[in-house]
């Protein structure tokens, strides 16, 4: 080997190690502050997993930067994915969880959607999200038979939300009697309005009901209709998933479909075009972050369930929505547009 030729290669393994080093610092958070935009009200599911996340997040991003929390409720979380996909800035110090069918509300060509989930860049998902809809105990809908029978109030929130999308469907496909009064922020408001009397029910995610309300559970307050999910929750082997009530295949796969978003859940998202350092060190982040022993704690002490999915996973995920077959697709525009 000559000389020359062992300078060459002497300069190309600096190079090679100099790479990593300078793709690391591109992705340095020092100095700055990653805002964590929730698209829903304080207080409900999506707010508390989004801020369990924030704490634990800045320390396991490079740079150790500080993560604060922003609120930007409204549309079912249709504001903020909206905001994140038009607006937001595309270097990392904006990222934000959106609504888990911001996916099927794009491939429904819901009025309003002004964002392509396949161009987000997904960061991970906290936990799956088996919503459930629950009367209060003074209605006379207590069961899904007896929404067969008698009207049920529903509080609604966005237009591609649960409790619009699934009152609808259950009208159209078993011949319920649900009513929705939409203009809710979020669960937590429309669970207040459930505890006043303003609406019967509300569609509320496992989650929340059992680490706040698993006393009304015991106690009776609430009923437990149907789980909106592909399969039911290991908790509530009696409870039917909205599949399960489906007379025949046709609505088996309408049914599936908007079910679907509950494996997307609580998850966190950035902007398209962030570049891929930056991505690939909010997704190292957090991962990290949740395996984090403080948030793993904090987690079990207030019951909140955690199934966390790295973000290229969860990218091909929230992908396939876009496989379902053109005739179910139009089939389910029909009840996903009023």
Not at 237 to 247: S, T
Not at 314 to 329: E, G, K, Y
């Amino acid at each position: 080997m000559t000389r020359a030729t062992r300078y060459g290669l002497s300069v190309l393994a600096l190079v090679a190690c100099a790479a990593p080093s300078r793709a690391r610092e591109a992705a340095s958070f020092a100095g700055k502050t990653v805002t964590l935009v929730i698209g829903f009200e304080p207080g409900g599911p999506y707010d508390l997993y989004g801020r369990l996340v924030a704490r634990a997040l800045g320390a396991r991003l490079p740079g150790q930067p500080k993560v604060v929390v922003q609120n930007m409720p409204g549309a079912g979380g249709l504001i903020a994915a909206n905001w994140l996909y038009n607006v937001a800035p595309r270097d990392g110090t904006q990222i934000a969880v959106v609504s888990q069918t911001a996916g099927i509300g794009q491939v429904l060509d819901t009025p309003g959607v002004k964002y392509d989930v396949r161009k987000f860049a997904w960061i991970g998902r906290v936990s799956s999200n088996v919503q459930i809809l629950n009367s209060w105990r003074t209605s006379a809908g207590k069961t899904m038979d007896d929404a067969l029978r008698v009207e049920i109030v529903v509080a609604g929130t966005g237009p591609t939300s649960s409790s619009v999308v699934f009152p609808r469907l259950m009208n159209d496909l078993l011949g319920a009697k649900f009513r929705v009064v939409p203009g809710y922020q979020g669960v937590t408001s429309a669970t207040l309005a459930m505890e006043r009397g303003e609406v019967d029910a509300v569609v509320r995610p496992w989650a929340d009901i059992k680490s706040k309300n698993m006393d009304w559970v015991r106690e009776g307050k609430i009923n437990l209709l149907v789980q909106f999910a592909l399969r039911r929750h290991a908790d509530l082997p009696a409870v039917p998933a909205i599949v399960d009530l489906a007379r025949d295949a046709e609505q088996r796969a309408l049914l599936g479909l908007f079910a679907s978003g509950n494996d997307v859940g609580n998850a966190v998202v950035a902007p398209p075009d962030t570049p891929p350092a930056v991505v690939e060190a909010l997704r190292r982040g957090f991962d990290e972050a949740m395996k984090d022993p403080a948030l793993v704690e904090e987690a079990a002490r207030a019951r909140m369930e955690t199934d966390a999915m790295p973000g290229r996973e969860l990218q091909q995920l929230t992908q396939s929505v876009f496989d379902v077959t053109p005739a179910v697709i139009e089939k389910a525009k029909i009840y996903n547009n009023p």
